[in-house]
């Protein structure tokens, strides 16, 4: 994901170029978090500007690697010899949401074009974007890229200049505020500005941010108060801005209605920030730095602070001053303690979990959050995939729909397939694309195709989609990484947003894929009066399974010890289900064949009996999905043909569902239940889970499991 650093020195020479460096290896402990491109803003030199001297700016950004970022510095013969003993830098790392990644895309962002008065470097995602940027263009804002970045930049000028025309000069603080108010979503950022020398300004919601902290002596005291405004000030801060923000005036009212910073409030620099102090109340040298990561900081310093929502962390003169956007609320923390990190780098990376697969397991009940983020309005069940919209009468008359993919990508398709075909009434047929290929299967210009991948780089499928291409077919993309050759060459699509999917064995991408498919074939049927009862059932069931998801997590420990105990010696694993859990038994062998070594099987439970019965005796362990579907019964009686013949399953079952006399099921795992088309998004967790644990247990390398890529880039 998006990753952000800064680096403040405050009476501590340092060249441009050591800055850069600092700037650029603060980036590389970033990489691992996935990104497509990468940027940072450095002072430059004085320059003139009218009868003013400012400081210019230089930003240098660049799709790729920061290791092509950092050939551009050399290639862009940026002077490294100044020398700055007070600097704020800012730089990030893109994980492209808004926009493909190329270079006007990439951050940091700025105000203006001419000058760069306000820069910016921006985590997460600003949902009023379209709004605000429409409302910018009316006041004149020249756009340069296509992110939703880029208009906090311009906000920050437009607030700038309205102050200074109502005569006053806003502390960088307050500007911040006010910029704030008018954002919706999702942020970490950092702000400099030549007006503002050597100052940043660093804030968060909903995105993490922290600082640390590096001096020679130690601090005065190991925390940072938070500082409130007085409640006149902040009542006027509120009337002026809190009341009726741009879009809420939506017209040009905003310059005549605004209230410029209050003025007893500008530059007004209480030192409250005493730790920054020494001795005897003098500044002392002292580096910051910010980062989204504490993995970029850790080489530096093992002092932090970590800031919560809302809080503007303020840095001018070596001091660290910590602002609240918000209105004080009763109870509420008045510091901020700098804490002492004792983790190693390895640890911070994954946070609390061994390996990212893991981590990446216990990620998605946001990732299913972030899929429905802003596609669903669950008031009035209504799906919007904007990606989709103008394409849906077309893709409504086609004659058949042909879902492609492989592997994971392939299941998610299986496990939608039929509401899709309940939803829309329209065939859907679903490929393995090497097999499509193989087979040069027919495609007319009135299918519509639609390609499924976490990469959007694997060879297979884009070598079906130039085949459906080439064919007149209308092509759409179900993708994760934005700017992926798939996500670029299909007609239209839906990124998934599930995040930067790192564990070579797809988890994450599995479930946030199934929600995007299940939201294509709503909106889909969006007009269909006769579908209405069916939609709004599963728009409910959809807010509810990240909660849910959550709670499927906490079968860990029981899980972990059932591949312990039992499962661990085996050679072989069967897994049965049929309707929508077919796709779940064979997504759940291939993550266990794929980590755990371990032979497994996916069994539609119907088969059984038409050959893979023989294999059963009182063993070979077998995982059953019985949860509350239509095809209940027939899986009950799948459970009973195995327990028949001494087999001991291992079912997966709705919460407190006595699914069959204990003695004959080796163990149940309860999972909630959902819609019957949703299911399968608690169900596969499990099994996610069992192949982790099966893979640690053997000693694998989980994350890089042998033999395999997490980009299939050949056929
Ligand atoms: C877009 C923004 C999103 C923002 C939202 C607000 C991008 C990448 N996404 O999301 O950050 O919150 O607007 O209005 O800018 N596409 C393909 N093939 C694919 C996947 C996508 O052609 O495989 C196309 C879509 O048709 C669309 C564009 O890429 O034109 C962006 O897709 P998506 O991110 O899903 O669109 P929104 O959800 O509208
Ligand atoms: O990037 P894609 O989704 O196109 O990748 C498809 C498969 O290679 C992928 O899902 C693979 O099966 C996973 N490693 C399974 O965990």
Redesign the pocket.
Known sequence: MCGIFGYVNFLVDKSRGEIIDNLIEGLQRLEYRGYDSAGLAVDGKLIKDGDEEIMNNIIVKTPGKVKVLKQKVIDDKINRTDIFDNHAGIAHTRWATHGQPKEENCHPHRSDSTKGEFIVVHNGIITNFSALRKYLLSKGHIFESETDTECIAKLFKHFYDLNLKAGVSPDLNELTKQVLHELEGSYGLLVKSYHYPGEVCGTRKGSPLLVGVKTDKKLKVDFVDVEFENNAAQQQQQQANGHSSLLNNHSTSLDSGFIPVAPGEQNLRTSQSRAFLSEDDLPMPVEFFLSSDPASVIQHTKKVLFLEDDDIAHIYDGELHIHRASTKSAGESTVRPIQTLEMELNEIMKGPYKHFMQKEIFEQPDSTFNTMRGRIDFENSIVTLGGLKAFLPTIRRCRRIIMI?????YHSCLATRSIFEELTEIPVSVELASDFLDRRSPVFRDDTCVF???????AD?ILALQYCLERGALTVGIVNSVGSSMSRQTHCGVHINAGPEIG???TK?YTSQYIALVMFALSLSNDSISKTKRHEEIIKGLQKIPEQIKKVLNLETKIKKLCNDDLNDQKSLLLLGRGYQFATALEGA??IK?ISYMHSEGVLAGELKHGVLALVDDKLPIIAFATRDSLFPKTMSAIEQVTARDGRPIVICNEGDAIISNDKVHLTLEVPQTVDCLQGLLNVIPVQLISYWLAVNRGIDVDFPRN?AK??TVE
């Open positions: 993919a492989c592997g994971t990508s499924v991948s976490q990469s959007g780089e694997t499928s070579v064995a797809s991408a291939l993550k794929e395999l980009s299939v």
